[in-house]
């Protein structure tokens, strides 16, 4: 198999990656190009290494990871799915291992919060991380004056941080926002659905899923 390094240095899927965003970034949506998929997949990995699983697990949430939002390229509705697609064909070309593919395709299939289930440990890990990447970096329009909620929300937040406690009992994501920009009203108009993924991932991870806003726990 291929390593997650590999394939971040494949130029075909660099180049999904990019055109992917380039659509998103017509439709007005936040950063969803290298920055996005390079943090989802370290958190992942961080996410199932802490927690004891194998080192191929890991490569296999980081590569799943990484490879998330290839679906963008089609169209952003039901991307999970023309993802999911999209990577077959391209694990399947690079020579993956059949159960490896029918992992990582699983996990991408299941990462949208509109139709997606945390079946098994990798796609628990994928949802989990890349929910959690809220953050002012990925707010591509410069002017405050004609923000959107998801650009006011994602503006907001000038630190988040997703955590396993000591025990490995619980997964804490704490969001520190600034109220100038956005609101925690804000946050959970838009990202309520995802915070109730957050909770079933954790659960299937078997932990406690905890959103503190501003030192305030709200979950």
């Given at each position: 198999m291929m390593t997650y390094e590999q394939i971040r240095e494949n130029p075909t899927i660099q180049t999904y990656i990019a055109q992917a965003d380039k659509s998103l970034a017509a439709l007005g949506y936040t950063e969803h190009s290298y920055a996005h998929v390079t943090r989802v997949a370290e958190m992942a990995g961080y996410i199932?290494?802490?927690?004891?699983?194998?080192?191929?697990?890991?490569?296999?949430?980081?590569?799943?990871?990484?490879?998330?939002?290839?679906?963008?390229?089609?169209?952003?509705?039901?991307?999970?799915?023309?993802?999911?697609?999209?990577?077959?064909?391209?694990?399947?070309?690079?020579?993956?291992?059949?159960?490896?593919?029918a992992t990582i395709v699983t996990a991408i299939g299941n990462h949208d919060e509109g139709t997606g289930i945390p079946v098994d440990e990798v796609a628990a890990a994928l949802i989990l991380a890349d929910k959690s990447d809220v953050r002012r970096s990925r707010v591509r329009n410069q002017d405050i004056q004609t923000f959107d909620i998801h650009d006011r929300v994602n503006y907001s937040v000038t630190k988040s941080e997703l955590k396993i406690n000591e025990a490995h009992t619980l997964i804490k994501l704490k969001l520190t926002v600034d109220n100038r920009f956005g609101s925690v009203m804000d946050y959970f108009e838009i990202f309520m659905?995802?915070?109730?993924?957050?909770?079933?991932?954790a659960e299937k991870l078997g932990l406690q899923f905890k959103l503190m806003i501003n030192e305030q726990q709200l979950i």
């Open positions: 199932l290494e802490t927690l004891g699983y194998d080192e191929h697990t890991v490569e296999l949430s980081k590569i799943a990871s990484y490879l998330h939002d290839i679906g963008n390229l089609v169209n952003r509705s039901e991307h999970s799915q023309s993802g999911a697609v999209m990577a077959f064909r391209i694990l399947d070309n690079l020579g993956f291992d059949p159960l490896d593919i659905g995802r915070m109730l993924m957050c909770r079933k991932a």
